[in-house]
């Protein structure tokens, strides 16, 4: 190497920061530094992945390194956000102590409870790699483990640090990822499959796209390592095609570990083999529910089936079929090198490690964030999150968040000292889901929130079972009512009724949870839904209202 | 042959392995509505009619796609079963567009019996009165798109029995349709043998023959069943 | 219910139904003479002359869907005016033939004036031309609707039509001050 670099601008250059304009940054941020001439050598600049304030991209961190290689040392980085490429010169001036930087308000500070509070595990490599370049992620440990585990370790031992670690699946319903691996490992001797679920359907979700996206090589790893705990010597990811970036980096990632015989026959000079291949779905939310997802990757109707059988004894081409969340498998690496316990010292009782949400809604700083299971939704939503931009108050301005998507709740403000997890979630009538947090002002109406969800749900219901198909149908016409005012007493009733039994009779979790934000919302802001139904004392004689609705 | 023994509504049934907790609700005698389920099909689990309560989890399943198993023990008659089946029987009528009085399949018609069963006097749900199709092409049957109830009867019996896969399901959620071929003309579609076990099936007045009218359809709905069991026990008359 | 001391006060509307659950009443025959013993028919087309619905009814058969703005004003008011109300046969129940025009009300112009066109203009022999008298033909609704989504109901009498037997079975209990059975094939199936 001719100079040592002295300076390192890492440039988001995911999704988010895309769509702001990051890739004209980069490219005027190349075009200033050549105009350095002879200073132009110390000055990197990379692409990489997330840097987590995705709501004020394009942004980029500027790392001081003390001339020992490309770790930034901490304390060093500089985060700008809100840049055009028209500032690329004032910023390398800056970056360079040449010049005046771009305006001080796009001065991001490292230390801020955004940043400060957050604990990237999944994330470690997100911001940091380079999500296109294999040899950046080997300089930073990718593959490291899946070599070692094939060298040193059996099966049973690594499926035993991801028992040991606690992990519980984060596609949403929290199943403890080592029993599932177990459960496939011991199934009798055959082919058997892993598939990564990378469908991520949530409205305001993006975890795993960020994953994908930012880091891809982790998650091909994890997979490896998930394929060679359970026996399988095929794979497939299952991305929905809204997501053309992280697909591309994905199939370049795949390429690149083939080609360096991380991937196919005898891995690493081991004996294992393991094929993995993209699938892309298309964009179907309920592609997301596992048998919906097998069938969709043989070729069939996306649609779900009854389990048992599960797919860990009956998956692909009715093979055991190992089926984990990119998240999850992302997490693998990690928990193989630090070890299972180092893991499930992170997070609480219940639920290990940490947590990656998608920020977003009336909340100051949007954006990625990865937090330690059990933290408030307090810390997320105010001091991470900076609460309702221009609010005051204790829950600074904010009236209820909400989780899980079309499938969780609405958790009101003054539950917010809850700690994120499993448990605590599903007891506020919500759900973890995959990490999608929405946080709601005060001016948020909760029968719009619901029927927002509901409306959601009829038109990604599969439409196979009955209670889902035209349940949610009429549970949306009822809500209707609420919105328009025009609702009941007994419309409360029957809308109480039927997600009832919409939630209990359904065939799969879309329709069993599509009830939910409505459940959630009436049960902490009913007074909302009450004061929508007309009073019945001012409708008589001749029904005032109904000869509105009738003669409409 | 090894054997399960389990309890529905508290009586002892003994059934084979590999029967279904449908047929160890029939071994006990009790009745149980289906839509969906027809012997000789595999089974869906769509209709959600035949839904049980396991007594250990509380958890419902439908008993037609759930095997039986050792030691467990279903309600098939709880109060709040009933009232999620008559809220579905609702639902169904109140989705599709159903005037039993010039329907071919009145008197003859699963869903109307299904009715019947579950106490439906009237659909608390509005109607929908959805707007559909129906197909005339072909010659000899016809299939009234109002009356479907997406069961898949039809899907199955066509491609599992018959081989010829004519039909699928096309579209999402309340938009689903029952298509025959590329979503073409059931007439114009080349693979149908007429054979008619479609229309044998079909639990509804959706897929009729032609000439029959008001309350004429006959449908020999065990025709699937027959078929599977003599195929899968070489019960056929060489002569 | 308690039992009547006098006789019970009978009614029978027809809204928008084809008055063939009307006809499967009179074919009661006989056992009309048997009912006329027990009620007072205060108000019917098949039975009385009076043209405006009385107070204080006990029972009303009301036949037919919801279509114009005259069943809509005789639905709201023999609710008020009647203590148990029936909805009798299967256009009252669902709506059946005369809602079928609903299938159009996301059309154009919508239902009502799919069918209006249909009837009047399209199908005409000669003369094509909508009806129009204010005050004489009433205004059709934009939707058709069982009885039950307009006001509340009591009891429902399925069939198209309900046999005779089928409504003596729902009436007879009901003069006894019992509530009918509503079960079976006999009592509910539609059609
Ligand atoms: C309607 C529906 C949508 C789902 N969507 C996703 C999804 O987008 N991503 C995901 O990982 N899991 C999704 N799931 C959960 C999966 O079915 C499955 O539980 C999960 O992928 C298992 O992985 P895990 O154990 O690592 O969480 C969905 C479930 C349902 C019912
Ligand atoms: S619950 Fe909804 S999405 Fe799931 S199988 Fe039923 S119709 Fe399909
Ligand atoms: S299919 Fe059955 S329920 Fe539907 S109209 Fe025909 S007879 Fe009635
Ligand atoms: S008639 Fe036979 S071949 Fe034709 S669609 Fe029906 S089942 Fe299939
Ligand atoms: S046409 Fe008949 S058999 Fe086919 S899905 Fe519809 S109701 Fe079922
Ligand atoms: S996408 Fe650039 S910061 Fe998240
Ligand atoms: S018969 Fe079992 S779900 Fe339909």
């Known amino acids: 190497m001719a100079a040592t670099p002295q300076l390192q601008l890492r440039c988001c250059a995911a999704s988010g920061c895309r769509s702001a304009g990051s890739e004209a940054l980069q490219a005027a941020l190349l075009a200033a530094r050549d105009q350095l001439g002879g200073a132009a050598d110390a000055v990197t600049i990379k692409p990489v992945g997330c840097l987590r304030l995705c709501g004020r991209g394009p942004l980029v961190a500027v790392d001081r390194s ?36 771009p305006a001080a308000a796009q001065r991001l500070d490292p230390a801020h409870p955004f940043f400060a509070l957050q604990k990237p595990v999944v994330l470690e490599g997100c911001g940091v ?21 094939l060298l040193e370790c059996s099966p049973e031992q690594v499926r035993d640090q991801v028992k040991r670690s606690g992990l519980r699946g984060r596609g949403g319903a929290g199943y403890p990822t080592g029993l599932k691996w177990d459960t496939v490992a011991l199934q009798p001797p055959g082919p058997r499959y892993v598939v990564c679920n990378a469908d991520e359907g949530d409205p305001g979700a993006f975890m795993d796209r960020s994953v994908l996206e930012s880091d891809p090589h982790r998650l091909i790893e994890g997979m490896a390592i998930a394929a060679y705990a359970v026996g399988a010597e095929q794979g497939y990811v299952y991305v929905r095609a809204e997501y053309p970036l992280a697909i591309e980096r994905l199939r370049l990632a795949l390429r690149q570990a083939r080609g360096k015989g991380l991937l196919g026959g005898g891995i690493a000079g081991s004996s294992f083999n393991l094929r993995l291949e993209v699938r892309v779905g298309a964009g179907a939310y309920v592609c997301g529910e596992e048998t919906a997802l097998l069938a969709s990757i043989q070729g069939q109707r996306g649609t779900p089936r009854p389990r048992p059988p599960y797919p860990a004894q009956k998956g692909l081409w009715d093979a055991p079929t190992l089926i984990n969340n990119v998240e999850t498998l992302a997490s693998i690496p990690v928990i193989l090198r630090e070890g299972g316990d180092w893991y499930a010292s992170i997070g609480t009782e219940g639920s290990k490690g940490t947590k990656v949400f998608a920020l977003s809604g009336a909340v100051a700083n949007t954006g990625l964030v990865e937090v330690p299971m059990g933290t408030s939704l307090r810390t997320v939503v105010q001091t991470i999150g900076g609460g309702v931009p221009g609010a005051e108050g204790p829950d600074g301005g904010v009236k209820a968040v909400q989780t899980g998507g079309p499938s969780g709740g609405c958790i009101p403000a003054h539950l917010l000292d809850t700690p994120v997890d499993y448990e605590s979630l599903k007891a506020l009538g919500s759900m973890m889901g995959s990490g999608g947090l929405v946080v709601m002002g005060e001016t948020t109406a909760m029968p719009e929130v619901a029927r927002h969800f509901m409306r959601f749900s009829v038109n990604e219901s599969c439409g196979k079972c009955v209670p889902c198909r035209a349940g949610t149908v009429q549970l949306l016409q009822l809500l209707d009512r609420f919105v328009e005012r025009r609702a009941t ?64 | ?28 005698g009790v009745e149980l ?7 000789g099909l595999s089974p869906v689990g769509a209709c959600r009619l035949c839904l049980v309560e396991m007594e250990s989890s ?26 999620y089946r008559r809220m579905a029987v609702e639902l169904f009528f109140a989705e599709g567009n159903h005037v039993c009085a010039f329907c071919v399949a009145n008197g003859n018609c699963e869903l109307q019996d299904v009715a019947v069963a579950v106490g439906m006097d009237h659909s608390r749900f509005p109607y929908q009165y959805p707007n559909r199709r129906v197909d005339a092409s072909h010659p000899q049957f016809a299939i009234d798109h109002h009356r479907c109830i997406l069961c898949t009867r039809c899907v199955r019996v066509c491609d599992e029995i018959e081989g010829a896969h004519v039909w699928d399901v096309a579209n999402r959620g309340s938009e689903c349709s029952i298509i025959a071929g590329l979503d073409q003309p059931w007439g114009e579609v080349q693979a149908c043998t007429s054979c008619g076990k479609c229309v044998d099936v079909c639990p509804t007045g959706a897929i009729f023959r032609k000439d029959d009218t008001t309350g004429e359809k006959e449908a020999n709905r065990e025709r699937a069943g027959l078929l599977r069991s003599a195929r899968e026990h070489h019960q056929w008359q060489n002569q | 219910m308690t039992i009547p001391s006098t006789k019970l006060r009978f009614a029978t509307v027809w809204l928008a139904g084809c008055s063939g659950c009307h006809m499967s009443f009179l074919d009661l025959d006989e056992w009309l003479f048997e009912l006329a013993e027990h009620v007072d028919v205060v108000f019917s087309p098949v039975a009385s002359d009076l043209k405006t619905y009385p107070e204080q009814v006990d029972v009303c058969l009301v036949e037919g869907a919801v279509a114009n703005v005259d069943n809509l004003e005789l639905a709201l008011q023999l609710r008020q005016r009647t203590r148990l109300v029936i909805s009798f046969g299967d256009c009252a129940v669902t709506g059946n033939v005369p809602a079928l025009r609903n299938l159009w009300a996301d059309v154009d112009g919508g239902s009502r004036q799919s069918v209006l066109d249909r009837s009047y203009l399209e199908l005409a022999d000669t003369g094509a031309q909508h009806p129009h008298a204010p005050g004489i033909v009433p205004e059709l609704l934009e939707r058709v609707r069982p009885l039950h989504e307009v006001i509340p109901v009591d009891l429902y009498l399925p069939g198209c039509p309900p046999s005779a037997e089928r409504i003596r079975a729902a009436i007879e209990p009901l003069l006894r001050g019992e509530t009918p059975a509503m079960e079976g094939t006999a009592m509910l199936q539609f059609g």
């Open chain 1, 66 to 101: 003390g001339g020992d290689g490309q770790e930034p040392s901490a304390g060093s980085t500089e985060l700008y956000a809100e840049l055009t490429p028209e500032q690329a010169p004032a910023l390398l001036a800056a970056a360079t102590g040449l010049g005046e930087g």
């Open chain 1, 129 to 149: 790699v380079n999500p296109e370049s294999i040899d950046d992620a080997l300089a930073h440990g990718s593959y490291a483990q899946l070599k070692r585990v």
């Open chain 1, 489 to 552: 007493l007994a419309d409360l009733e029957r809308l109480e009724e039927l997600c009832t039994m919409v939630g209990a009779t359904s065939l799969c979790g879309l329709g069993q949870a599509a009830p939910n934000p409505v459940l959630s919302t009436l049960r902490y802001f009913r007074q909302e839904y009450q004061a929508a139904c007309r009073d019945p004392d001012q409708c008589e004689p001749l029904d005032a209202c109904l000869l509105q609705e009738v003669t409409r």
């Open chain 2, 1 to 28: 042959m090894s054997v399960h023994t389990l309890t529905v509504d508290g009586v002892e049934v003994a059934v084979p392995e590999g029967a279904s907790l449908l047929d160890a609700v029939r071994a006990a």
């Open chain 2, 33 to 39: 509505p289906t839509l969906c389920h027809l012997d």
């Open chain 2, 58 to 83: 509380g958890h419902l399943q439908p008993a037609c796609a759930t095997a039986a198993g050792e030691g467990m023990a279903v309600l098939t008659q709880t109060p709040q079963l009933q009232h």
